[in-house]
């Protein structure tokens, strides 16, 4: 099982490793990290994030809710099973 979402880090030092130690201090596992350039402003950046797992659980209800609090914009994009 996985979920998939992208954010946008606020465009400050540590931003990017703040939001990563979301997931690493819960032991989540990002199963991928992509960067692509924002259109909408120069040195943006848009992550994609996999992660292990449903956001049913707890402590990925947790996690989501500290995220939309340090990221400048998040939105999930589904849970769904992870292809074999």
Do not use: C
Not at 13 to 35: D, H, Q, V
Not at 36 to 55: N, Q, T
Request: aromatic share 14%.
């Amino acid at each position: 099982n996985k979920t998939s979402l992208v954010f946008i880090a606020a465009h400050k030092p540590g931003a990017l490793y703040k939001i990563l130690g979301i997931f690493a201090t819960r032991n989540i596992n990002l199963t991928k990290l992509e960067s692509r350039p924002s259109r909408a402003k120069p040195w943006e950046y848009v992550f994609y994030v996999d992660f292990e797992g449903y956001l049913d659980g707890e402590v990925y209800q947790e996690a989501m809710l500290e995220l939309q609090r340090e990221a400048a914009f998040v939105k999930i994009l589904g849970s769904y099973p992870q292809a074999i």
